[in-house]
């Protein structure tokens, strides 16, 4: 019998945040397959984050997004997330 399909996966776990210095739940990656996307899938595994994050005691969600990533933005921008850091870097 073959396994169904994923929709998305989220992966979140407990880190430092280094701006807050307190613990909190981290979104390390956030992933929806192409025919998913624009469903609700992503929101979903999102607020299941979120929830896991408040289950553990946590006040805060971090996780980081490439500026040049627009869609993303807009996404967390939607879902209440706001910036806290800019990290500029150059190459040499």
């Known amino acids: ?18 701006i ?8 390390a ?3 929806v397959m192409e025919d998913q996307e624009r469903t609700g899938v992503a929101r979903a595994l999102v607020k ?3 929830s896991w994050g408040l289950e553990q005691g946590y006040t805060r969600v971090a996780l980081d ?3 040049s990533n627009t869609g993303a933005r807009a996404f967390y921008d939607a879902a ?9 870097v150059r190459r040499i």
């Open 29 to 31: 990656l956030l992933a």
């Open 80 to 88: 209440g997330y706001g910036a806290e850091t800019l990290r500029l």
């Open 65 to 67: 997004v490439f500026a």
């Open 1 to 18: 019998m073959p396994f169904p399909k994923a929709a998305g996966l989220c992966q979140c776990a407990a880190r430092t945040d280094d």
């Open 48 to 50: 299941r984050a979120e």
């Open 20 to 27: 807050a210095d307190a613990h909190c739940a981290y979104i």
